[in-house]
């Protein structure tokens, strides 16, 4: 069952780094469709959130920082399903939902799984 999390972590992460750098190799069209969605600053916004779904993404992937990552992913897709739901509501509202409970799933599961530093560290109060 570990695995079979693992590389469903790697594989949410992996589609996070995917979308994020479409949006920048085609910044006029996703900037286009972020003013259609009614999206502030769409130049602006589709660099950062492009920006933002490689970094965490690869991170998400790697199960680096998973909580905090987690997080940040799930309201972009929070934000996601509001901007773009509204105007095409098929895939959005679809795919973006199940994107947003597995990020919210796996940032409460890395605060559950025990790491490899002990709580208490030797000579250490």
């Known amino acids: 069952m570990t695995i079979f999390l693992a590389v ?57 920082l998973t909580r905090p990552v987690g997080m940040l992913l799930a309201t972009i897709m929070v934000a996601a399903a509001y901007f773009a739901g509204r105007a095409e509501p098929v895939p ?14 796996f940032a409460w599961r890395s605060g559950r799984v025990p790491g490899r530093t002990p709580l208490r560290r030797p000579g250490v109060q």
Do not use: N, Y
């Open 8 to 64: 469903l972590r790697t594989l949410v992460g992996l589609v996070f780094v995917v979308s994020g750098a479409a949006k920048l190799f085609q910044h006029q069209l996703f900037a286009a469709k972020f003013a259609g969605w009614g999206v502030p600053a769409p130049d602006v916004s589709v660099l950062a959130v492009g920006a933002l779904e490689i970094v965490c993404g690869g991170l998400f992937a790697l199960g680096a």
């Open 92 to 105: 959005h509202l679809i795919v973006t939902p199940i994107l947003f409970v597995l990020c919210v799933f």
